[in-house]
């Protein structure tokens, strides 16, 4: 008898201790991207579902009057971007790229990249397949066109996403055998942008995700 009173304490005050803590939160809160432990979400009206009572901010569209986007050859990572893929290629991959970050012009540069992530992964989970050594498997093309990629190939459909926007970014671990993001400069602060680990949002130290715990080699 005295277990079982033990037991339906603990029962009792477990999700309380977990409630104070953010991990299971009482109604939806305006948080980030911040899950990498399950493969598919739902969107509704107002926010994104990741896993059973958590919610994120759905990011609405807003184009901006006169937008302008950067022209194919004056992104600013050019030359990471564009690696070994034909002009057409590229092009084609600009041009998917282009509409999904259309409907964002208009936001603040956080929802833009918060946006950017959501968009990526629904695009990805639509028959995305993941591969290390298919053609094209690290570059947009591959991403937006034919649907397979790595976390490299992901990084820099997300880093085109963000040039045409007229974003800077950092590509972390770019050609290394480890896992790789964005990193931009938000006003002083670094934000993550990385559809393939649920991640938009600040990151709380210096070049490493947190959910991986390491960044790059030094």
Not at 36 to 57: H, P, S
Not at 66 to 77: D, S, T
Not at 188 to 206: H, L, N, Q, R, T
């Amino acid at each position: 008898m005295i277990y079982y009173y033990k037991f339906s304490f603990l029962i009792l005050i477990v999700p309380i201790i977990l409630g104070l803590h953010g991990c299971v939160p009482d109604a939806p809160q305006t948080r980030t991207i911040t899950t990498y432990t399950i493969r598919t979400y739902q969107i509704d009206n107002e926010f994104v579902q990741l896993e059973k009572n958590r919610y994120y901010t759905k990011v609405h569209n807003s184009v901006a009057p006169n937008f302008q986007p950067i022209p194919i050859k004056k992104l600013y990572n050019y030359k990471s971007l564009k690696k070994k893929q034909t002009d057409a290629e590229f092009q084609q991959a600009y041009d998917i790229a282009l509409q999904i970050v259309l409907p964002l012009s208009g936001l603040p540069l956080e929802q833009q990249i918060i946006g950017i992530a959501q968009k990526l992964r629904v695009h990805y989970d639509a028959g995305g397949k993941y591969s290390m050594s298919e053609p094209h498997y690290n570059d947009p093309y591959g991403f937006f066109v034919r649907k397979i990629a790595s976390c490299a190939g992901c990084t820099r459909a997300t880093g085109l996403c963000l040039n045409i926007l007229g974003i800077h970014y950092q590509h972390i671990n770019e050609n290394k055998w480890k896992h790789q993001w964005c990193r931009i400069n938000v006003n002083g602060k670094y934000w993550i942008c990385d559809a393939f680990a649920y991640y938009a949002g600040e990151e709380y130290e210096p070049c490493k995700h947190p959910i991986f715990k390491y960044g790059p080699e030094k």
